[in-house]
Nanobody, 123 residues
């Protein structure tokens, strides 16, 4: 099995920064993509960004904070990051990490989600 754990959330004032981390562990042959999503008060989970193992990055077309959020990853540590700057109250949400993992060379990639980390932006 594969475990995905996010950390780094918390309470921050408007204009502040946070860096979220996502660590994948378990039986992992390779991590194809690491991505971040968030879910605010509404029902839909919003796609923020994803990064491939070679560094290719995609941000959500409609994601409104592309200029303030930066995705990165450390392949050697099976860890992904989301740097969030100039935070606004509307960024308040639960932030989730999703990884697409190949558990061995002969298997297709499988999707795993973390449990989420709460980010609250408030004065």
């Amino acid at each position: 099995q594969v475990q995905v754990v996010e950390s780094g959330g918390g309470l921050v004032q408007p204009g502040g920064s946070l860096r979220l981390s996502c660590v994948a562990s378990g039986k992992i042959f390779s991590i194809v993509t690491m991505g971040w999503y968030r879910q605010g008060p509404g029902p839909a989970r919003e796609f923020i960004a994803a990064m491939g193992s070679g560094g290719a990055t995609a941000y959500g077309d409609s994601f409104p904070a592309k200029d303030r959020f930066t995705i990165s990853r450390d392949n050697a540590k099976n860890t992904g990051y989301l740097q969030m700057d100039s935070l606004k109250p509307e960024d308040t949400a639960v932030y989730y990490c999703k990884v697409n993992v190949r558990r061995n060379a002969g298997r297709p990639a499988e999707e795993y989600w973390g449990q989420g980390t709460q980010v609250t932006v408030s004065a």
